[in-house]
């Protein structure tokens, strides 16, 4: 019953592709969070939606479009993927968008642009 | 599977008294632990990191033991500020091209003056 999963673990492709991440939670959450994972271990915030809607938006090319369809789901689409892009990126979600709330975190999908 | 279960919080004290934050584990192998910390608004940190068993982590008056014999990975401060009020995460690593980081649930300590 995993609460917060993330789709594909891994993800390999070329320069100049479009691609797309994929969360998921059940635990009836109404905030999630997208963070990018950096080569220090830092794990910056991206971006974060509550009920749908977007609450946090912070300074990322804007190649990097995310997508709610509804509370349970937060997608996170790439455009013509650069290899800076190369990461862990990491899916969370919390009860509400209060700073106290815990954050449940998926497993990360490993990015590798060639 | 791996997991990490990390102490309930929020957890609230004065100004400089003694913190401990626990941390279990359960992991298959030998992983690397770290805990991280989180400021309003803001990403996570890696705030220090033990790679293998006894190892001693600390960073900014902040120490973990990593405990293989009882699986612990235990946060402790000598003296807290009111600047430490943060969400503090334990999470445990594997490395290599199975790369996993499995993350606690987060403690919230509030540090009154």
């Known amino acids: 019953d995993t609460a917060v999963s993330q789709t594909p673990k891994y993800l390999v492709t070329q320069m100049g592709n479009d691609k797309s991440i994929k969360c998921e939670q059940n635990?009836?959450?109404?905030?999630m969070y997208w963070y990018k994972q950096d080569s220090k271990k830092f794990l910056k915030i991206m971006f974060s939606?509550?009920?749908?809607?977007?609450?946090i938006n912070e300074t990322v090319p804007n190649r990097f479009s995310p997508k709610s369809p509804d509370k349970a789901h937060l997608n996170l689409h790439i455009n013509s993927l650069e290899l800076g892009d190369s990461a862990v990126y990491f899916c969370?979600?919390?009860?509400?968008?209060?700073?106290?709330?815990?954050?449940?975190f998926g497993d990360g999908t490993r990015l590798s642009i060639l | 599977g791996n997991s990490v279960t990390q102490m309930e919080g929020p957890v609230t004290l004065s100004e400089e008294a003694f913190l401990t934050i626990n941390c279990t584990y359960t992991?298959?192998?030998?992983?690397?632990l770290f805990w991280y910390v989180q400021y309003p608004g803001e990403g996570l940190q890696l705030l220090l990191k033990?790679?293998?068993?006894?190892d001693k982590g600390s960073n900014k008056g902040f120490e973990a033991t990593y405990r293989k014999e009882t699986t612990s990975f235990h946060l402790e401060k000598g003296s807290v500020q009111v600047s430490d009020s943060a969400v503090y995460f334990c999470?445990?690593?594997?490395?290599?091209?199975?790369?996993?980081?499995?993350f606690g649930k987060g403690t919230l300590l509030t540090v009154n003056p």
């Open positions: 969370a979600s919390s009860q509400d968008n209060r700073f106290s709330q815990p954050q449940h």
């Open positions: 635990l009836g959450h109404d905030t």
């Open positions: 939606y509550n009920n749908k809607e977007l609450i």
């Open positions: 999470a445990l690593e594997f490395g290599g091209s199975n790369y996993k980081l499995t």
């Open positions: 992991a298959t192998g030998y992983p690397s």
């Open positions: 033990a790679t293998k068993a006894d």
